[in-house]
């Protein structure tokens, strides 16, 4: 029976590696473009971390640190609130004219290097992190730049009477 268990715990292992193997495979498809939008040769406009590697370098280390700090977190020591770092972060990405496909980046660059290193409910944890740091950071971009566009419109209204 113990020899039984231990098989069911290895492939349980094994389903859950190929699982997370399957979500990168398709973030990482995500993160193509289809080859039928040409905004970034009309506006020349890239993915950032090809447009500016040294800056996404630097936002995707801190999405690795919120996500790890999100991990720590147990039932009797719930991790920090990381909003406003995350908020932070939303802003730097807003600023730098971030797309859904750069913030999916990023989320690709913490799980590509995470890699299968560690024990299964680890890597578990950060899985799950990983991807509520990543809808929750959407979620703030998505605020950034609809307040933007408030903003946008407010100021519209003026632009048109300065021009009268």
């Known amino acids: 029976m ?3 268990a231990e098989r069911d ?5 094994e389903r859950a590696r190929a699982a997370r193997a399957a979500e990168l495979r398709a973030v990482t498809e995500l993160m193509t473009p289809p080859a039928e939008l040409v905004s970034t040769d009309l506006f020349d406009v890239g993915p950032l971390h090809e447009v500016l590697p040294a800056a996404f370098d630097e936002l995707a ?10 991990a720590a977190g147990t039932d009797d020591a719930p991790a920090r609130n990381t909003t406003p770092r995350l908020r932070a972060l939303s802003v730097q990405l ?3 004219n971030a797309g859904p496909r750069d913030v999916v980046a990023l989320y690709d660059r913490y799980m590509s290097a995470l890699g299968d290193d560690g024990t299964e409910p680890d890597l578990e944890a950060r899985f799950t992190a990983a991807r509520i740091t990543l809808l929750h950071l ?6 950034y730049y609809r307040r933007a ?3 946008d419109r ?8 300065d021009r009268m």
């Open 2 to 4: 113990d020899d039984r």
């Open 9 to 13: 715990a290895v492939l349980r292992d």
């Open 61 to 70: 280390v801190e999405f690795g640190a919120l996500v790890e700090e999100r």
């Open 94 to 96: 807003g600023l730098l």
């Open 138 to 143: 959407m979620g703030l971009i998505a605020t």
């Open 149 to 151: 566009a408030l903003i």
């Open 154 to 161: 407010r100021r519209a209204p003026d632009m048109v009477s």
